[in-house]
């Protein structure tokens, strides 16, 4: 991820969760952060010219045990295309890379697309986390996949 695909993330944050997405600030102080790793998804067309489109974007926080999934983001219009499966598929690379014991993501109840993608993926569902989701309420899974 480029300093300058910022503007992208943010703006795909609001689309993807709202009025409550992060702030440019807390964007920034969070993707700079210690042990993160981002990555965006871009779409370019034949013939185009400048800075291709952020179409996704995914992020891993590693702790020097295990690796965690902190966000997996993919516009409307490309959610079906692949897209979120090759992010986590980069996010997996890099946890094996840093030697991570295992993966770990919450993940919405109600998201039943993120939850096929991740077991497909070979994630096991270890418990709900109630309250995760603010101010919504909505429960989240949290998944484990092992690495090693």
């Not at 993330?9 to 609001?14: A, F, S």
């Not at 409307?76 to 890099?94: N, P, R």
């Not at 101010?135 to 484990?144: F, G, I, S």
Request: proline share 4%.
């Amino acid at each position: 991820m480029r300093a300058g695909d910022l503007d992208s993330v943010l703006q795909l944050e609001g689309e993807l969760f709202g009025a409550g997405a992060w702030s440019y600030g807390m964007l920034a102080e969070e993707l700079g952060g210690p042990g993160r790793w981002y990555i965006v998804a871009t779409l370019r067309s034949a013939g185009s010219i400048g800075p291709a489109p952020v179409i996704g974007y995914a992020g891993l926080w590693f702790d020097g045990e295990a690796a965690q999934i902190m966000t997996i983001g993919v516009t409307a219009a490309h959610q079906k295309t692949g897209v979120g499966a090759s992010l986590l598929d980069a996010l997996i690379g890099h946890a094996r890379a840093l030697q991570a014991e295992c993966v770990l993501l919450e993940v919405a109840v109600t998201n039943e697309p993120a939850l096929a993608m991740y077991e497909k993926f070979g994630f096991e569902r270890l418990g709900i986390r109630r309250r995760y989701y603010q101010p919504e309420d909505v429960d989240a899974y949290t998944m484990r996949l092992p690495l090693q």
